[in-house]
Nanobody, 123 residues
Framework: QVQLVESGGGLVQAGGSLRLSCTASDTFSLYYMAWFRQAPGKEREFVGAIRWSLGHIYYGDSVKGRFAVSKDTETIMSLQMNSLKPEDTAVYYC??????????????????WGQGTQVTVSS
């Protein structure tokens, strides 16, 4: 069982930046690590993912050009968020999948989840 812990959320003004981190207890079995977000009353949305061993990175359309996913160490993934907008307000989740060949943007393909961290962007 892989445990994931997010950190770095908070309150920021529109146009500002935040950096989130996700620390995994073990990534040996993981093919993908990803970030998702969920705003109140909305479905969980794909933000970005890394094919962990190869370093291939994928992004959701709504964050391309503003957010950057990175592999900092073998057990830490980060999400650098720039040019933040009020519509980026959500709980951000880290997720991991041991399944090869999945659609990396579908939350149903990820069995491991962190507890989430709140990001609030004020206008």
């Amino acid at each position: 069982q892989v445990q994931l812990v997010e950190s770095g959320g908070g309150l920021v003004q529109a146009g500002g930046s935040l950096r989130l981190s996700c620390t995994a207890s073990d990534t040996f079995s993981l093919y993908y690590m990803a970030w998702f977000r969920q705003a109140p009353g909305k479905e969980r949305e794909f933000v970005g993912a890394i094919r962990w061993s190869l370093g291939h990175i994928y992004y959701g359309d709504s964050v391309k050009g503003r957010f950057a996913v990175s592999k900092d160490t073998e057990t830490i993934m980060s999400l650098q968020m720039n040019s933040l907008k009020p519509e980026d307000t959500a709980v951000y989740y880290c997720a991991g999948s041991p399944i090869w060949g999945i659609s990396q943007s579908s939350p149903t393909n990820y069995p491991y989840w962190g507890q989430g961290t709140q990001v609030t962007v004020s206008s």
